[in-house]
């Protein structure tokens, strides 16, 4: 099994800390706000390594963290009038909420950063004594860039003088700094803002600080993928990482990035008026077609998402839920074996960089060889087929069939339903009202020997 890791910016072999177990800490939102598509897309990105992860036979502890203290939670408070603690109730909420209608697994561990402000200072401390810190009075506690020169960096390829000239904006400006690039670990209280005690006095932590101690303390020295967007590696990835090694601790032994999205062939940005919001969009179409859009783009290329990628999700999951429907009505084995050539090809594309697109295609080959396996009466062969697309479907999250009950396939299914009682009680009237109805839908109804079976047009 390989992986493309941004530290040594090629593929590697996995190779887990543990035999037989996988740590991974993938970074998770700050609740200000509800969650747009790029979250979804970075979280299906790392709950699709799990899940496979998982699949292979691996023993896998996921941490995905909520950073519930921050400048925008501060500000959004202010602007509403409330506290910070309703804002961040209200958006965790809502965060977790979305990710459950696009069928992300829980992770084992959803650490906050407010819990973890004891053992950030732990982390700071380590800094201070080990000369990699610095204390500006009034202001708080810096990370010292010059003193990690050689370390600095890493992560993005660029030496720490690069990044001095090419900062800009992405920097904190502040002429009491050493350096630029320098960051706060500890910042100290402003009025009206949250605040902690600390031997630099009373303030908050830094961003950065944060997901180093939430990682070390729950997944310890040296665990084995950090995950994030890549919009992450730097600042973000490449301060946790100096903090840690700086701190005497290995940080991740691998670093995975997903791409960005793009909404119309642009980043997508509340500017540019394209920002969609996940539950926008997941009441628009059925969560199962983002995440098929999702899979069908692997995950370290920018992926453009709009309306002709979501039909096309669409018109797919429909094809896989016709089979489940069409097999639903045939006397299939239960015990049927999957199919070893198809199993090894989805293995092999995700055990190569996680490659889910190539993954997704085996499963479709499957849905196309079994419709000519039913058409054929070739049950042993549809039987087979069928295992085989289930087995591999669970793997990704993407169940075949798994329409719920308020879900508008539902609503097609108890039609097709009524339209074949009524024609098995020659109630022809009542037939072709239904057909009607369900063409009016765009729905297209088969009649075949082994029941009714309906797709889009």
């Known amino acids: 099994m390989q992986y493309f890791d941004t530290l040594s910016n090629e593929m590697v072999d996995f190779v887990p800390r543990e035999p037989g ?65 309703a804002i961040v109730e209200t958006y965790t909420k809502a965060y977790i909420d979305q990710m459950d209608r696009l069928n992300i697994q829980h992770p084992e561990h959803r650490p906050r950063a407010t819990e973890y402000v004891d053992e950030m200072q732990d982390v ?24 990690f020169e050689d370390g600095y960096g890493k992560l993005v390829h660029r ?6 000239e090419g900062a800009g904006a992405r920097v904190e400006v502040d002429e009491r700094k050493k350096d630029p690039l320098d960051f706060a670990l500890w910042k100290a209280a402003k009025p009206g803002e949250p605040t902690w005690a600390s031997p630099w006095g009373e303030g908050r932590p830094g961003w950065h600080i944060e997901c180093v101690a939430m990682a070390l303390d729950i997944l310890g020295d040296g665990f084995d993928l950090h995950g994030g967007g890549t919009d992450l590696a730097f600042p973000h990835h490449e301060n946790e990482r100096s903090e840690s090694e700086a701190a005497g601790h290995r940080f991740a032994r691998g670093w995975i990035h997903s791409a960005m999205l793009n909404i119309g062939g642009e980043k997508m940005s509340k500017s540019l008026n394209n920002f969609k919001t996940l539950g926008d969009v997941l009441d628009m179409w059925d969560p199962r077609a983002l995440r098929l859009a999702m899979l069908q783009t692997h995950y370290r290329k920018v992926m453009e998402l709009g309306d002709e990628a979501m039909h096309g999700a669409t018109a797919a999951l429909d094809r896989l839920d016709a089979f489940k429907r069409r097999t639903s009505v045939l006397d299939l084995d239960a015990a049927a074996p999957l199919r070893a050539g198809e199993v090894t090809a989805f293995t092999e594309a995700m055990e190569h960089d996680f490659g889910a697109p190539a993954a997704v295609a085996t499963i479709f080959e499957l849905v ?10 070739d049950l042993a062969a549809a039987s087979s087929i069928a295992a085989t697309i289930d087995e591999l479907t669970n793997a990704l999250g993407l169940i075949a069939g798994a329409a719920g009950s308020d879900d508008p396939k539902s609503e097609i299914d108890d039609l097709v339903a009524q339209r ?37 047009v």
């Open 21 to 85: 177990k996988v740590s991974i800490y993938a970074c998770g939102p700050t609740v200000y706000d509800v969650p747009h598509l790029g979250h979804a897309r970075t979280a299906l990105t790392y709950d699709v390594i799990a899940r496979f992860l998982r699949w292979r036979g691996f023993e896998v502890t996921m941490v995905a963290n909520i950073t519930d203290i921050d400048d925008k939670i501060i500000q959004r408070a202010a602007e509403e009038g409330t506290t910070e603690t």
């Open 124 to 147: 700071i401390q380590q800094l201070i004594d080990r000369d990699h810190a610095y204390v500006i009075d009034g202001q708080g506690v810096y990370f010292d860039v010059a003193s």
């Open 159 to 164: 030496t720490a003088e690069d990044l001095r």
């Open 368 to 377: 196309r060889a079994g419709h000519i396996a039913v058409d054929n009466d």
């Open 420 to 456: 074949q009682i009524a024609r098995e009680s020659k109630d022809f009237v009542e037939s072709d009202r239904l057909r009607d109805e369900l063409s009016a839908r765009g729905i297209e109804v088969e009649d075949t020997a082994a029941g009714p079976i309906w797709r889009r």
